[in-house]
């Protein structure tokens, strides 16, 4: 099992940073899970928005947040971070972070996923 929480959300204005964290702890081994964040509007879909895979080399974003948002891990702390730079209104959701066990490769689809946070909102304002 595998418990993740989600931090660092918040009210920011556009053009703003912000930098999200996700804890990971549980018995499985963080190292051999791909992580990646999702999000969701009210009133949408979760949303792919970045994911990373084992080695931490393989990332890929959702072409809304190329350029802009930056996904890491570090497995000694068993935390992934998503730094996310010139914050636009529309990037207003909740962030949600998820692991996938003994994939290398960050799957994008949402029922790749064997767990999953709480979520943390973000908010950006015009």
């Known amino acids: 099992q595998v418990q993740l929480v989600e931090s660092g959300g918040g009210l920011v204005q556009a053009g703003g940073s912000l930098r999200l964290s996700c804890a990971a702890s549980?018995?499985?081994?963080?190292?051999?899970?791909?992580m990646c964040w999702f999000r969701q509007a009210p009133g949408k879909d979760r949303e792919f928005v970045a994911g990373?895979?084992?080695?931490?080399?393989?990332?890929h974003y959702a072409d809304s947040v190329k350029g802009r948002f930056t996904i890491s891990r570090d497995d000694v702390k068993k935390t992934v971070y998503l730094l996310m730079n010139s914050l636009k209104p529309e990037d207003t959701a909740t962030y949600y972070c998820?692991?996938?066990?003994?994939?290398?490769?960050?799957?994008?689809?949402?029922?790749?996923?064997?767990?999953w946070g709480q979520g943390t909102q973000v908010t950006v304002s015009s």
């Open positions: 990373i895979g084992w080695s931490g080399d393989s990332t």
């Open positions: 549980g018995r499985t081994n963080f190292s051999h899970c791909s």
């Open positions: 998820a692991a996938a066990r003994a994939v290398t490769v960050a799957p994008v689809a949402p029922p790749s996923y064997d767990y």
